[in-house]
């Protein structure tokens, strides 16, 4: 059974960098027809879709955080990872990774999600 | 990018059936098939149910379907149980490439 795990941080300062890395227990990051994702969700609410970055290497972003966002894959350690720049309070959320199977919705797994609080 | 419109919450009594809505435009569940529905419970990750509108994942029961009609996406479970009560979010595939969920309907069995 494939396993997502987050890794990074849980306090950040205002304006520092967040940066996350997703660890993948299986092959599947260079293997297969993937696209894998940051998902964030702040405390009590809904969740926000961050970025992806599919098998082919190409990268989507949210438009609203595509200014502050990077998407990046280290294949060979079988990660990927997430870079959001200028942080604010409203950057604390739970972060999780996920991968999708490409051409299709199917986001069927998930780590257990890493806790992110921006604060001095 | 909106968010999807859903309902802040819908409710039933056991066995009965529900159905959460998830409005969007053209640009988004109306213009794709990429519409997926993720259940997830307090301090949880989400878990898909619904994937390409109306396809369900292994082990997810058949009394949950997924379907869509214009800029609408629904999930409707049937049989409702006590353990069917938790959030529930909608996610559509956009034309500009990114993806966008609902604000979430949290589901109350009476």
């Known amino acids: 059974q494939l396993q997502l795990q987050e890794s990074g941080p849980g306090l950040v300062k205002p304006s520092e960098t967040l940066s996350l890395t997703c660890t993948v227990s299986?092959?599947?990051?260079?293997?297969?027809?993937?696209?894998w994702a940051w998902i964030r969700q702040p405390p009590g609410k809904g969740l926000e879709w961050i970025a992806n970055m599919c098998y082919t290497g190409t990268t989507y972003y949210n438009p609203s955080l595509k200014s502050r966002v990077t998407i990046s894959a280290d294949t060979s350690k079988r990660q990927f990872s997430l870079m959001l720049t200028s942080v604010t309070a409203a950057d604390s959320a739970v972060y999780y990774c996920?991968?999708?199977?490409?051409?299709?919705?199917?986001?069927?797994?998930w780590g257990q999600g890493t806790l992110v609080t921006v604060s001095s | 990018q909106s968010a999807l419109t859903q309902p802040a919450s819908v409710s039933g009594s056991p066995g009965q059936s529900i159905t959460i809505s998830c409005t969007g435009t053209?640009?988004?569940?109306?213009?794709?098939?990429?519409v997926s529905w993720y259940q997830q419970y307090p301090g949880k990750a989400p878990k898909l149910m619904i994937f390409?509108?109306?396809n369900r994942p292994s082990g997810v029961s058949n009394r949950f379907s997924g379907s869509k009609s214009g800029n609408t996406a629904s999930l409707t479970i049937s049989g409702l149980q006590g353990e069917d009560e938790a959030d529930y979010y909608c996610n559509s595939y956009t034309s500009h490439g990114s993806w966008v969920f609902g604000g979430g309907t949290k589901v109350t069995v009476l």
């Open positions: 053209s640009s988004d569940i109306g213009g794709t098939n990429y």
């Open positions: 390409d509108v109306t």
């Open positions: 299986d092959d599947s990051i260079t293997t297969g027809n993937y696209c």
């Open positions: 996920a991968r999708r199977t490409a051409y299709t919705s199917r986001r069927d797994f």
